[in-house]
């Protein structure tokens, strides 16, 4: 059975930074694009950013775009987010999910990050 599974989120300070990993198993992601979303308590789920199967194109929404870098490692079967520059209004639960334009099978349980000022 495919699965996702998000890892690195946790409690840190305005200004820090943290690096979530989404590791697949049960099926290789190698040929999905593959993104992070992230949902604050009484928001919706949001995109964060994107990244092709080679790795070579990537996305990221206006809010964190030159803060967050998504790559991935498909040897490892693991796609990252480094965030930097964390703020309190990126507290959220992140999720990773394999897919694209409105079509994503396959979603991690997600990671909860907190950001306090």
């Known amino acids: 059975q495919a699965q996702l599974v998000e890892s690195g989120g946790g409690l840190v300070q305005a200004g820090g930074s943290l690096r979530l990993s989404c590791a697949a198993s049960?099926?290789?992601?190698?040929?999905?694009?593959m993104n992070w979303f992230r949902q604050a308590p009484g928001k919706e789920r949001e995109f964060v950013a994107a990244?092709?199967?080679?790795?070579?194109?990537?996305h990221y929404a206006d809010s964190v775009n030159g803060r967050f870098t998504i790559s991935r490692d498909n040897a490892k079967n693991t796609v990252y987010l480094q965030m930097n520059n964390l703020k309190p209004e990126d507290t959220a639960v992140y999720y990773c999910?394999?897919?694209?334009?409105?079509?994503?099978?396959?979603w991690g349980q997600g990671t909860q990050v907190t950001v306090s000022s």
């Open positions: 999910a394999a897919g694209v334009a409105g079509t994503y099978p396959y």
């Open positions: 049960g099926r290789t992601f190698s040929g999905y694009p």
């Open positions: 990244i092709t199967w080679s790795g070579t194109i990537t």
